[in-house]
């Protein structure tokens, strides 16, 4: 495949990384030479199977139109833009292109959001609960888009709600945690991230997934077959 990354940071350069060595053809577009979806021509985009989004919240959605608009399947990973889902869907069927989104893209956490739904049960017996995450200080949104999935998830499951409180230390990766506590015990479950290794696989294999396919679709619930 001709993949086309957006984003040069440390996970954007990763999943340059993992494509290359699943043997696709990459090409990666910086801030730089794409400022505000400048460098998504039609003639930029023309030889490109799939574009995958590691860039910023205030960049993607320019991003988006201008990829979508072209007919060209995407992956997004950049989180922080979600109010705008309905318009992307919309503009998703519109064009009748692919597009996948994920607040994250490891499967060890897509597995924890499964855990984190059984774990909800708890809410109905008399739990209260909470939702804690921690990265390095360089990321921009906060709470995370995994956290607020997780909490999504949990929400979904229970009908409750829960607070995230959210840290910015150093260099972590991504650190989730869920806390169900009761007079008699706390049940703590969590999910800490070694490296981006995980993330940048899962992105490859959801381009992979959604290059021939039309839709909305969001990660958490094509994972298994991706």
Known sequence: MRLLL???????????????ERRH??????????????GL????????DAVIDFTTPHAVLDNITACLSAGKPMVVGTTGWYEAIPAVKTLVDKTQTGFIFGA???????????IARV??????????????????????DAPSGTAIAIRNAIHEASGHGLEITSFREGEVVGLHEVVLDSPHDTIYLCHDAKSRHGFAEGAVRAAEWIADKKGF??????????
């Open 104 to 114: 994250n893209f490891s499967i060890g956490l897509n597995l924890f959001l499964d």
């Open 6 to 20: 957006l984003g040069a940071g440390k996970t954007g350069s990763l999943v340059a990384d993992v494509a290359r």
């Open 25 to 38: 053809a990459v090409t990666v577009f910086c801030s730089a030479v794409n400022r505000g979806g400048s």
């Open 217 to 226: 679709y969001d990660f958490k619930d094509v994972w298994r077959e991706v």
């Open 119 to 140: 774990g909800a049960a708890a809410l109905r017996h008399g739990y209260t609960g909470q939702v804690f995450e921690r990265h390095h200080i360089h990321k921009k």
């Open 41 to 48: 021509t039609v003639e930029a985009l023309r030889d490109v």
